[in-house]
Nanobody, 123 residues
Framework: QVQLVESGGGSVQAGGSLRLSCAAS????????MAWFRQAPGKEREGVAA???????WYADSVKGRFTISKDNAKNTLYLQMNSLKPEDTAMYYC?????????????????WGQGTQVTVSS
C-alpha cells in the first residue's frame, strides 16, 4: 500500500523559509516521478515542482529561483525547500507520486497523494 506523508508546513512571514518533507512507503521510491502541488482556497490545484526518476526537475515559473525540489532515495523522502516566501505562496501543499509519461505538472497523472501540509505566509 502506497503511503505519502507530508510534514514541515507552518506559518512564516514574507521572505522566510520552510522545508517540506514527504515520507514515502509501499513502493520503489527511486522508480517514480514525484511532485509537489498546492491548492489555495477557491483555486485549482497547481503544480509547483517535480522530479523524475532520473533526477531531472521541473518548476513552475512562479517558484523558479526560490524553491528547490530534491529527494533522498536512501530515506524514501522527497523535499521542497522554499525560500523567499511570498503571501501568494499560501496554500495546502501536497506530495504526489506516479509513473508519469506525460506532463509532470498534470495532477491527473499522479495516482498517489499525501494528505497535505498547510503553508501560510503573512505580509
Amino acid at each position: 500500500q502506497v503511503q505519502l506523508v507530508e510534514s514541515g508546513g507552518g506559518s512564516v512571514q514574507a521572505g522566510g523559509s520552510l522545508r517540506l518533507s514527504c515520507a514515502a512507503s509501499g513502493y520503489t521510491f527511486s522508480s517514480r516521478c514525484m511532485a509537489w502541488f498546492r491548492q489555495a482556497p477557491g483555486k485549482e490545484r497547481e503544480g509547483v515542482a517535480a522530479v523524475r526518476s532520473d533526477g531531472s526537475t521541473w518548476y513552475a515559473d512562479s517558484v523558479k529561483g526560490r524553491f528547490t525540489i530534491s529527494k533522498d532515495n536512501a530515506k524514501n523522502t522527497l523535499y521542497l525547500q522554499m525560500n523567499s516566501l511570498k503571501p501568494e505562496d499560501t496554500a495546502m501543499y501536497y506530495c504526489a507520486a506516479g509513473m508519469v509519461a506525460g506532463s509532470l505538472m498534470s495532477a491527473g497523472n499522479y495516482p498517489y497523494w499525501g494528505q497535505g501540509t498547510q503553508v501560510t505566509v503573512s505580509s
